[in-house]
């Protein structure tokens, strides 16, 4: 409408709406229920005392400048989206779609596009609710898909949040969530700001998840030479990540973490004590975190079994004979022993010692 336009009670958009002159709302509220896509198309400032999107209904802000204002409450069961053509090294608002109370909301900063293959525009999906894959613990009000025209570019961006305690900047892309921050406001601003940003898809905001490791050892003391699987356990179970493991600060590898749990063994400890750590290496919203093993590992001197063979049994008085000992590991396979036993051994008959 080029004129003005006054409410005086709420009213239902099945198509698309163009404001090119004045409307006052006056605390009446506009709902967009056409389940499908409608166009806004705001020529001018337009202030909305209360905005509906319905279920099944993507509002697709068609204006490049920023003239929407929500005064009031903004209910989106829908999509909101916006476009914004990018055409320099600058900063790009999202309207409708970056909206967050008490927020500067969403602000996209191009700060390279060198390449074959710039970045000519960005587009902002809006969804008010849960990441359907959100980290485990972690919840959000909103997520953004954020879809890029063009694959060279450099970007920072600034999420609004919900004055959370330590809020992180995550993005969602081959199953996992990668989340960082360079810095954040949660008394003022109510934002969160990740620079370096060099690819889009799925947007969140959450607050960092603090962790535990725990160690346990398969056996203590273990005898040398043996396996020992040293197991870390981290809460909460969710957490994702990989754990490296330490024996006396000596890195003995890294595991992925599974359903909360990370392995590593080892056969090469020597004989004496141990200490173990594990330190989880988090992916995601989740803190690290250091486990160390109570009580240390220890591990023992090998038992072992000789066997002596002559090469002459019986023998003639006074003939040479050839005793020979052989020495094993008691109770482990050829597998399991990495090394054979080592030291001399020392050969005697009743009447005393006859070599060494």
Same mark, same amino acid.
């Given at each position: 409408?080029?004129?003005?336009?006054?409410?005086?009670?709420?009213?239902?958009?099945?198509?698309?709406?163009?404001?090119?002159?004045?409307?006052?709302?006056?605390?009446?509220? +506009?709902?967009?229920?056409? %389940?499908?896509?409608?166009?806004?198309?705001?020529?001018?400032?337009?202030?909305?005392? #209360?905005?509906?999107?319905?279920?099944? !209904? !993507?509002?697709?802000? /068609?204006?490049?400048?920023?003239? /929407?204002?929500?005064?009031?409450?903004?209910?989106?069961?829908?999509?909101?989206?916006?476009?914004? *053509?990018?055409?320099?090294?600058?900063?790009?608002?999202?309207?409708?779609?970056?909206?967050?109370?008490?927020?500067?909301?969403?602000?996209?900063?191009?700060?390279?596009?060198?390449?074959?293959?710039?970045?000519?525009?960005?587009?902002?999906?809006?969804?008010? %609710?849960?990441?359907?894959?959100?980290?485990?613990?972690?919840?959000?009000? +909103?997520?953004?898909?954020?879809?890029?025209?063009?694959?060279?570019?450099?970007?920072?961006?600034?999420?609004?949040? &919900?004055?959370?305690?330590? *809020?992180? %900047?995550?993005?969602?892309?081959?199953? #996992?969530?990668?989340? %960082?921050?360079?810095?954040?406001?949660?008394?003022?601003?109510?934002?969160?700001?990740?620079?370096?940003?060099?690819?889009?898809?799925?947007?969140?905001?959450? &607050?960092?998840? /603090?962790?535990?490791?725990?160690?346990?050892?398969?056996?203590?003391?273990?005898?040398?030479?043996?396996?020992?699987?040293?197991? #870390? !356990?981290?809460?909460?179970?969710? #957490?994702?990540?990989?754990?490296?493991?330490?024996?006396?600060?000596?890195?003995?590898?890294?595991?992925?973490?599974?359903?909360?749990?990370?392995?590593?063994?080892?056969?090469?400890?020597?004989?004496?004590?141990?200490?173990?750590?594990?330190?989880?290496?988090?992916?995601?919203?989740?803190?690290?975190?250091?486990?160390?093993?109570?009580?240390?590992?220890?591990?023992?001197?090998?038992?072992?079994?000789?066997?002596?063979?002559?090469?002459? &049994?019986?023998?003639?008085?006074?003939?040479?004979?050839?005793?020979?000992?052989?020495?094993?590991?008691?109770?482990?396979?050829?597998?399991?022993?990495?090394?054979?036993?080592?030291?001399?051994?020392?050969?005697?008959?009743?009447?005393?010692?006859?070599?060494?």
């Amino acid at each position: 409408e080029n004129g003005e336009l006054q409410l005086t009670n709420d009213i239902a958009v099945s198509g698309h709406f163009t404001n090119s002159g004045t409307l006052d709302t006056n605390g009446s509220g +506009i709902t967009f229920d056409g %389940a499908k896509t409608q166009n806004l198309v705001l020529n001018t400032f337009t202030s909305f005392d #209360a905005l509906t999107v319905y279920t099944g !209904t !993507t509002l697709v802000e /068609a204006v490049t400048d920023d003239n /929407a204002y929500i005064q009031g409450t903004l209910t989106n069961f829908g999509t909101i989206r916006k476009t914004q *053509p990018v055409s320099g090294l600058e900063f790009y608002y999202f309207g409708l779609a970056g909206f967050y109370p008490d927020s500067w909301g969403v602000e996209i900063e191009v700060t390279d596009r060198s390449g074959g293959d710039p970045l000519t525009a960005i587009q902002v999906d809006r969804i008010d %609710a849960n990441h359907p894959n959100a980290p485990g613990g972690a919840t959000t009000d +909103i997520y953004w898909t954020i879809t890029p025209a063009g694959a060279n570019y450099v970007a920072t961006v600034v999420l609004p949040q &919900n004055a959370l305690a330590d *809020p992180v %900047a995550c993005r969602y892309a081959s199953g #996992a969530w990668n989340c %960082a921050r360079s810095s954040f406001d949660s008394v003022k601003d109510l934002t969160v700001t990740r620079t370096g940003v060099t690819a889009f898809s799925d947007w969140a905001v959450f &607050n960092t998840i /603090a962790t535990t490791t725990t160690l346990a050892t398969s056996a203590n003391p273990a005898p040398v030479f043996t396996q020992v699987t040293f197991t #870390a !356990t981290v809460a909460p179970a969710t #957490a994702t990540g990989s754990v490296e493991f330490f024996a006396d600060g000596a890195s003995l590898g890294t595991a992925t973490l599974a359903a909360g749990k990370a392995q590593v063994a080892t056969g090469g400890l020597t004989v004496g004590t141990h200490v173990i750590t594990a330190t989880l290496i988090p992916t995601g919203p989740y803190l690290a975190s250091s486990g160390t093993l109570a009580g240390d590992q220890v591990i023992d001197k090998a038992a072992t079994t000789v066997a002596l063979l002559s090469n002459l &049994n019986p023998a003639p008085y006074s003939q040479a004979v050839t005793v020979t000992a052989s020495v094993a590991v008691s109770g482990m396979t050829a597998a399991e022993r990495q090394t054979g036993p080592t030291g001399q051994v020392r050969f005697s008959d009743e009447s005393g010692a006859l070599a060494t």
